[in-house]
């Protein structure tokens, strides 16, 4: 192992430009082949993506005498995850984690830069994962080559684990949930984790839960010249979804917590989508389904509140004359038939996240976001990261931060900006700092 010269002010590190930049130049050249989506037939092969940051470490791993502790992991063919490690002298430890190598797909005719070619303008740099997330695995790699090149002595272990499938939940055991599964991160419970895989600059201390639903109302066909001999389902939808959302926000009102944790938005609950059966203009439609989402912040539980939603439409089913109707004729039970509704729920559901805002690894966060920035503005969201949920309720203390822009996530024309990049690293290395100085 390579001998460690007198102790470094880690205040002394810094981005080198030159070499991001590059690397990131490499990523951005292989994202074509990185996209993921198994319903368009896209399978990512983040092996490609790892064989660039391990082209970058290599120098600094022990076996060419480094310090540098490199373990690539595949759970299947080409999907890479990697962690890295610079050893402190401790069992204590810092973690940076779920900066992704796998990006969402990009329509080369809907850019106005190729997406798959980095291209530098001034102070911006586009292409698909530049903010969601290559760009945070280059800065993650050279933030471990600045410590395997400057050898500060360290009192805890910092890792670095940079992971595959993030952007799709619907292959399994192949990124961060089996790396946990199979023990491979328990070696950082003994400290905060930093998921950098977030937007804007500052920490994002929570998330929400994510649940589908599907409301459907059943009536009777009949011409749309004979109202009266109709069940009109697609009035008895409209009115019972703006029935639901009324009791839905009594029931799961904004509370103080939301505040606390600096949420954007309390839970919601709205329509997002509509489709009915097939047939003409001139027909009352027999059903319709208006299908939407409830975005549910972490003081909430889940289970609860899906049981809300069933109560409140058996509710409206068992007085279903009492729902508002639209004009004389308009009815939700005639002679010959009584409107019917039903509440579907979608495979599987998302939970939320709120992050201790006691944890030492969050106030240093902040202290260093302050310190690099001149202000810590933490906040929340109401999108959803499931696998920082996983995390956490696997006994891990997260943190959220990321440096891309929130505006240009999953967008065309995505790109980050080098200023941006380069203050991230600073905050990253002055929270190693912080949490060094304060034990």
Known sequence: MSKRPAPVSLDSLSLPTTEYVELLRKLIAESEHLQNNPAQGLHPKEVLAAAHVLERLGPFTTEKGGLLEVEQVCFKEGRANLIIKYPGATDKSIAFVGSHMDVVP??????????????VEGNNLYGRGTTDCLGHVALVTEMMVALAQAKPTLQRTVTAVMIANEENGEVQNVGVDQLMATGKLDHIKSGPVFW????????????????????????????????????????LCNAACAELQNRFYKAVPPCDEEKKWFFQTPSTLKPTQVRCSPGSQNQIPPWVEISGDIRLTPFYDVVETKKVVEEI?????????????????????????????????????????????????????????????????????????????????????????GFGLMARYHADNEYCTLSDMQKGFDVLVRTIAILEEEG
């Open 106 to 119: 990009a329509n080369p005719e809907t850019w106005e830069r190729d997406p798959f070619t980095l291209t």
């Open 196 to 235: 950098v895989d977030v937007a804007d600059s500052h920490p994002c201390v929570g998330t929400a839960g994510s649940i589908n639903w599907h409301l459907k109302a059943k009536g009777k066909l009949f011409h749309s010249g004979l109202p009266h001999k109709a069940v009109n389902a697609l009035e």
């Open 313 to 401: 439409v058996k509710d409206m089913n068992e007085n279903i004359t009492s729902l508002p109707t639209f004009g004389p004729m308009s009815k939700y039970e005639i002679e010959d038939c009584r409107g019917e509704l039903e509440i579907r729920w979608a495979e599987g559901y998302l939970e939320g996240v709120a992050c201790s805002l006691s944890s030492p690894g969050h106030k240093a966060l902040c202290k260093a976001t302050m310190q690099v920035r001149g202000e810590a503005k933490p906040y929340s969201i109401c999108g959803s990261l499931p696998l920082v949920r996983d995390l956490q309720r696997g006994g891990f203390d997260v943190q959220m931060i």
